[in-house]
Nanobody
Framework: QVQLVESGGGLVQAGGSLRLSCAAS????????MGWFRQAPGKDREFVAV????????FYSDPVKGRFTISRDNAGNTVYLQMNSLKPEDAAVYYC?????????????WGQGTQVTVSS
């Protein structure tokens, strides 16, 4: 069992930056691919970024490509999402997830989410 706890959300002006953290307890994250997802009010949860289990490959959704960066600390227990050049449309609850390392569509564990608000 893995517990994921996100932090780092908050209110930021458009054009600003935030770094989200996802801390794991119960088990190291090194055997999972790790993903960030987000859900805005009235919308479905959507994929944002994924980091392969070896920490080598990354993939991003088109809306965030070039602005967001997913990474993991050396111990493998914390995953980050660096968000730059934030836009009002980035506002959402952001969730981290531990994913099946062979099938990224299979979510093993979810965090509880952290709110990101972007003012225009």
């Amino acid at each position: 069992q893995v517990q994921l706890v996100e932090s780092g959300g908050g209110l930021v002006q458009a054009g600003g930056s935030l770094r989200l953290s996802c801390a794991a307890s119960g088990r190291t994250l090194n055997t999972y691919a790790m993903g960030w997802f987000r859900q805005a009010p009235g919308k479905d949860r959507e994929f944002v970024a994924v980091l392969s289990w070896r920490g080598v490959n990354t993939f991003y959704s088109d809306p965030v490509k070039g602005r967001f960066t997913i990474s993991r600390d050396n111990a493998g227990n914390t995953v980050y999402l660096q968000m730059n050049s934030l836009k009002p449309e980035d506002a959402a609850v952001y969730y981290c997830a531990a994913l099946d390392r062979e099938n990224y569509s299979r979510v093993k564990f979810w965090g509880q989410g952290t709110q990101v608000t972007v003012s225009s």
